[in-house]
């Protein structure tokens, strides 16, 4: 049998790479033929090729486990997820539509409130969104951007149509491994790259630090940007070092910075005080000012928000912009987009009931075994009930906190997620696929070419975080020319 | 450069520098007690000894190979064991991989990879060797891309100043362990051996062949002493290091103190009286100068690392001898 050879397709999924009738679509043709001229043998030579590049290379993540952090290999199926450049083109301009409404949103928010009075965002969804931050009211960032690096999910339902199913818009991550798995597939598959044109994906680190060095106050000539971790016990730090090499910048801790009495932030040199204008911070909201937020944080740096709202230094994601990534507010975006930009919105939302609409509540506790329930502020797969999957006692437990904050729950129809052939054993399989692209704003729009395709490697699995037994693929955009 | 990343970069380099030169004294350690007869009195236990750190309890009186070399090699709670200063140099290489090429990271990272996979399986003679080996061209490799890849500015700088202050200190110790055994009238026993002995002293630092380039006659002690701490020329004599950390250290901001001391060292190794070769004064110079290289680890991280607050507390290499 032939490594290529893929179970029948069950029916209810897309595949991406391969059409219902068992051919490869247009865009995966090549790829597809490749695959069939290797054998299992030499398939899996090169994917052994490919872990031991992503060991040496030293990509990895960190997970907590038993109190001890251990750094574990990056899992990366070598099958990429394969995009025609006409299907990106019309996705790329659906994102930077949505950030640029997003933005406004956020930043009115801290204004007028105009979207509330005019009463299209319900005044009770601000109320209770746990990252409105009253601190930031009035403050006045460059370009009124306030989310300057957006990772967003885009998932494909079983009729082929993409929706984005959330913004991240506090600190999203995985950009690094969209880079590194590019790398990774030039080293060990470099005759894929000869005969079509896919789309090159390093331009985004110089695009970040062009994006970063706009939002510098606006006197400074050089401006110092700094990218800010909690350090090497947090699970993307890999990621942090890495953006802060690609970018010559310096990678520091709270503990490195300062704010001296001229409200300016400096670090810690060996030659003295050195000024810094941008903070690319990759540390919460909470953790940011001990004077200001949370006052046990050690990671932080007290004085910050004093600096940054005289205007002294910049910082993006900027403190507050995460009020927009609420899932409850996410139901609304299709409705902030017409409202700031008069405009459709380009991607679609996936259909959102939210439990504090008395209608929407009771349908989705009656409908608990069809529906996907999702906390309003939790991030990486955390806290949600997947209804087809779940027991009764589970959802049992979700209906009961349903009705004790319904303000905190949307639920959304299951997704049929599209599936991509990915290496099981020695053997193709179909396994779930996200995509997660990188849109940045500052003075300029930009989005990433594809994005980090995210894979659920536990057969039928619907979860594809790293953190929950996730691996991830290259992605291609492929210009097919006039097609 | 941060001043955090300074300290990480020194003792990186000072973990590397560590690693190989415990592969290298291993070696030849391990060559020499084979040369010589069992009621010889050099011991598995000098090489503990060497490495100026106290012998576990547990290995009793007269440790044997197999405890010694589990403690200096595999032991992961022993913090100076091979193992462990390769893992704390990757730990810091971690830490500080923005600012390293990425080939000096990937090499660094493999050789951890290989000490960590391959540490246990040496336990025979033979394939403790081969791994040792393999340690020390890894860190020679590293060594190399450092000085192929490296702009010589702080970085460099920080790098080359843990890399030569940690081998002068280790000259040092292996001098002064060695010597003790050997000086005259310590054992008559050794006498018909003395020749090998300080052949093996010079091949744990690699210095047999330049020594003998140098000095054209019969190994003696007292050469093989003056040329491994007062030579010019040979990257592992002591001179050498503290001349090459004088270098370092011109450019250092608030360096002059750190000169001071490297410039006191160099005083006290110039002027030493090597001949005769006496025991009490040969450790009461080495003594000296492992205090002056106290002071300046000291001066360097008062200078660049502390930045008004306490140091974190590290391992500290250099306990006193």
């Known amino acids: ?483 | 450069m941060l001043s955090r990343v300074a300290e990480n970069v020194y003792w990186m380099a000072r973990y590397l520098e560590r690693a190989e030169d415990t592969a290298r004294l291993v070696i030849a350690s391990t060559h020499l007690l084979l040369d010589l007869p069992r009621y010889v009195p050099l011991s598995w236990g000098s090489m503990v000894e060497i490495l100026g750190v106290s012998m576990p309890p547990e290995l009793g009186e007269a440790p044997d190979e197999r405890g010694v070399m589990r403690f200096l090699i595999t032991d992961t709670n022993h913090p100076s064991s091979l193992v462990s200063v390769v893992r704390m140099a990757r730990e810091d290489a971690r830490v500080s991989r923005d600012i390293l090429p990425a080939d000096a990271w990937e090499a660094i990272n493999g050789l951890h990879l290989y000490v960590k996979d391959n540490a246990a399986q040496a336990q025979g003679r033979a394939k403790r060797l081969e791994f040792l080996r393999e340690v020390v061209l890894r860190c020679q490799q590293i060594n190399g891309v450092i000085d192929g890849t490296v702009s010589r500015g702080e970085l460099y700088r920080f790098l080359m100043l843990g890399q030569q202050l940690e081998r002068a200190d280790m000259t040092t110790r292996i001098v002064d362990v060695r010597a003790a055994r050997l000086l005259p009238g310590d054992s008559e026993l050794l006498r018909p051996y003395i020749g090998v002995v300080w052949m093996s002293v010079l091949k744990s630092l690699s210095g047999y062949e330049m020594y003998r380039h140098q000095v054209q006659s019969r190994i003696s002690g007292p050469d093989v002493v003056r040329f491994l701490l007062k030579d010019p020329c040979f990257p592992r004599a002591v001179e050498r290091c503290l001349r090459r950390l004088a270098e370092m250290l011109e450019d250092l901001p608030n360096g002059e103190r750190a000169l001071e001391c490297v410039g006191l060292a160099r005083q006290r190794v110039r002027s030493a009286r090597l001949e005769p070769l006496d025991l009490a004064v040969t450790h009461q110079l080495i003594d000296d100068l492992q205090r002056d290289f106290c002071n300046v680890h000291a001066a360097i991280a008062d200078a660049c690392f502390r930045y008004g607050g306490p140091l974190p507390q590290r391992q500290a290499l250099v306990e006193s001898a």
């Open chain 1, 1 to 483: 049998m032939h490594a290529t050879t893929l179970d029948a397709l069950p029916e209810v999924d897309y595949d991406e790479l391969l059409a219902p009738d068992g051919r490869p679509r247009p865009p995966a043709r090549h790829l597809m033929e490749y695959l069939a001229s290797l054998s299992s043998r030499e398939l899996k030579a090169r994917a052994q090729a490919v872990d031991a590049a992503i060991k040496t290379m030293g990509i990895t993540f960190t997970v907590y486990s038993d109190g001890e952090n251990i750094d574990r290999a990056w899992p990366f199926d070598p099958i990429p997820r394969v995009i025609a450049k006409r299907e990106w083109d019309r996705v790329a301009a659906g994102l930077k539509q949505r950030l640029q409404a997003l933005n406004m949103f956020i930043d009115d928010i801290y204004h007028e409130q105009r979207i509330v009075k005019d009463k299209v965002v319900p005044a009770e969804v601000l109320a209770q969104s746990k990252n409105f931050r009253p601190q930031c009211v009035g403050a006045t960032p460059r370009f009124g951007a306030w989310a300057h690096i957006c990772g967003t999910d885009l998932v494909r339902d079983r009729d082929g149509t993409l929706y984005v199913l959330e913004d991240n818009l506090r600190v999203p991550s995985g950009v690094s491994y969209m880079l590194e798995n590019r790398h990774v597939m030039k080293r060990i598959f470099p005759e894929l790259f000869e005969h079509q044109d896919i789309l090159p994906v390093d331009d985004y680190c110089g695009q970040l630090l062009d994006t970063l060095t706009s939002l510098a106050p606006e006197s400074v000539d050089n401006p110092e940007v700094v990218v800010l971790t909690p350090g090497i016990y947090n699970s993307a730090y890999f990621e942090h070092a890495y953006l802060a090499q690609q970018m010559g910048a310096e990678l520091v801790e709270g503990q490195d910075l300062f704010v001296d009495s001229d409200d300016c932030v400096y670090m810690k040199t060996t030659r003295g005080p050195a000024r810094v204008h941008v903070i690319y911070r990759r540390i919460d909201d909470a953790f940011l000012d001990p004077e200001v937020f949370n006052p046990e944080s050690l990671l932080g740096v007290p004085g910050l928000m004093r600096a940054w709202r005289a205007g002294n230094v910049a910082i993006a994601n900027a403190p507050g912009a995460g009020v927009a990534d609420d899932k409850v507010v996410y139901a609304f975006v299709p409705d902030i987009i017409r409202y700031y930009l008069a405009e459709e919105p380009i991607i679609a939302n996936v259909p959102t009931y939210l439990c504090m609409r008395e209608a929407d509540r009771r349908y989705v506790l009656a409908n608990l075994d069809k529906l996907v329930v999702k906390p309003a502020n939790e991030s990486g797969g955390y806290g949600l009930l997947v209804g087809p999957h779940a027991s009764q006692a589970e959802r049992n437990r979700f209906a009961r906190l349903i009705r004790q904050d319904p303000r905190n729950y949307i639920a959304q129809p299951t997704l049929r997620l599209s599936t991509v052939p990915t290496l099981c054993g020695s053997r193709l399989e179909p396994r779930h696929v996200d995509l997660r692209p990188f849109v940045l704003q500052g003075r300029e729009l930009y989005v990433t070419t594809g994005g980090l395709s995210r894979v659920a490697l536990r057969k039928g699995s619907l979860v594809v975080n790293s953190s929950q037994g996730g691996g991830s693929k290259d992605t291609w955009v492929i210009d097919m020319g006039d097609e």
